[in-house]
């Protein structure tokens, strides 16, 4: 939420939190309704995200105030289990499935292959961790002593990255690019985010001038 409001420039009306274990948001959607804001940022993640967004549905907020979230808030997973309910959402993130590369491409083609549904965000980092961990090795030659020379490629890696750029900042955390996403109904009446644009480019974290690591 903090990350949220350091970047929003219009007004935010007011902060509704919830409990860990709710199950039910009748009251706080009530409350929604009465606020009647022209949109509404979330996050719920698993069953309390799969719960809010169809009581979010089944009360019709969804018609008439749009809700992003960030894509842990309604991974692919997630969205096979609301249903409908995440029809038209919007969530933010660093990759799409239906990213315009090459390395995307074939990752999401072998994971529907293998497994029998789209890939979630969870598996393109757990991809692109592999493909980094072995960016380092071949630097090294494999030889797992030289761990001065394997850490210094970790921090300038070189592999094609399923999310497009990728590059490490001064404190170790990525520097990538962030996209709007929309959920929507293909023609075969499955559901899944598609790429709607770019939010930024090269983000950084908010929090890398205040690290002391060495680069």
């Known amino acids: 939420i903090e990350g949220f409001k ?3 420039k219009g007004e935010v009306v007011a902060e509704i939190y919830t409990k860990l274990d709710q199950s039910d948001f009748s009251v706080e959607l009530a409350r929604v309704r009465s606020l009647a804001p022209e949109a509404i940022y979330q996050f719920h993640p698993g069953g309390t995200g799969i719960n809010f967004v169809k009581q979010y549905a089944a009360a019709g907020l969804n018609k008439s105030i749009p809700m992003l979230m960030p894509s842990f ?3 692919a997973r997630m969205i096979q289990a609301t249903g409908d309910a995440s029809a038209g959402a ?7 499935q239906d990213f315009d590369n090459a390395q995307s491409k074939a990752f999401v083609q072998a994971f529907k292959d293998a497994y ?15 493909q980094l961990i072995g960016a380092g090795l071949k630097a090294t030659g494999g030889d797992l002593s030289k ?6 490629a970790l921090r300038k890696p070189e592999f094609a990255s399923l999310r497009g750029k990728f590059s490490m900042n001064t404190n170790q955390h990525p520097i990538q690019d962030l996209y709007l996403m929309r959920i929507e109904k293909a023609s075969d009446g499955s559901l899944s985010p598609h790429l709607v644009r770019k939010l930024v480019s090269d983000d950084k974290d908010a929090y890398a001038q205040f690290c002391k690591m060495p680069s």
């Open 90 to 96: 919007y969530i933010t993130g660093i990759w799409s």
């Open 147 to 152: 761990a001065a020379d394997f850490r210094a």
């Open 73 to 75: 808030s309604m991974d």
């Open 6 to 8: 350091r970047t929003y």
């Open 116 to 130: 029998g549904r789209v890939p979630t965000d969870y598996a393109m980092q757990a991809y692109d961790t592999a």
